[in-house]
């Protein structure tokens, strides 16, 4: 079973910019999609970013022109650069990879407060 260990989260003010990191580690065939959810209490787990292997990405609305998904095959990680980050960024961020079965990581928490 793949496990995937997130890391860069933390507090930020309104504007500022975090960088998430993710990687892979233990039994990994081909990790076919990679990214990032979020999660704040009370709520459903949401996409935040996914990139395929071939490096099709996908964003959600709210985030776009804002975060940059990145990934590094050889390296099973995968980064996510947060920029002008507010207030309702604030959330849990969990690492997400899809194999033949879905890996979670254990979630990193992002607050975004002044």
């Known amino acids: 079973q793949m496990q995937l260990v997130e890391s860069g989260g933390g507090l930020v003010q309104p504007g500022g910019s975090l960088r998430l990191s993710c990687a892979g580690s233990?039994?990994?065939?081909?990790?076919?999609?990679m990214g990032w959810y979020r999660q704040v209490p009370g709520k459903q787990r949401e996409l935040v970013a996914t990139m395929t292997r071939s490096g099709f990405t996908n964003y959600a609305d709210s985030v776009k022109g804002r975060f940059t998904l990145s990934r590094d095959n050889a390296k099973n990680a995968v980064y996510l650069q947060m920029t002008s980050l507010k207030p309702e960024d604030t959330a849990v961020y969990y690492c997400?990879?899809?194999?033949?079965?879905?890996?979670w990581g254990q979630g990193t928490q992002v607050t975004v407060s002044s």
């Open positions: 997400y990879a899809e194999e033949t079965y879905v890996a």
């Open positions: 233990g039994s990994i065939r081909r990790i076919y999609k």
